[in-house]
């Protein structure tokens, strides 16, 4: 069962593994954002599924469209 050490949110930017974590706001052109990151083989072998939740700021004028995905 998941515990409150396995999610990362405003006031929690890491998991307990460190296998997510928010790397905090940062400028980008006109847009400020705000980037998850998952590292998969740290998450513990009972996880089976990774889920994001977003909040999109409206007065940014961005939209889910504009979300992106980098693989490294």
Known sequence: ????????????????????????KQQEGLHTVERPVIHLSAM????????????MDVDTGLSCGSLTAHRS
């Open 44 to 55: 513990p072998e009972r996880m089976q599924c990774v889920a994001v939740a977003i909040d």
């Open 1 to 24: 069962m998941a515990g409150d050490e396995d999610f990362a949110f405003c006031n929690q930017p890491s998991t307990a593994n460190g296998g997510a974590r928010l790397l905090g």
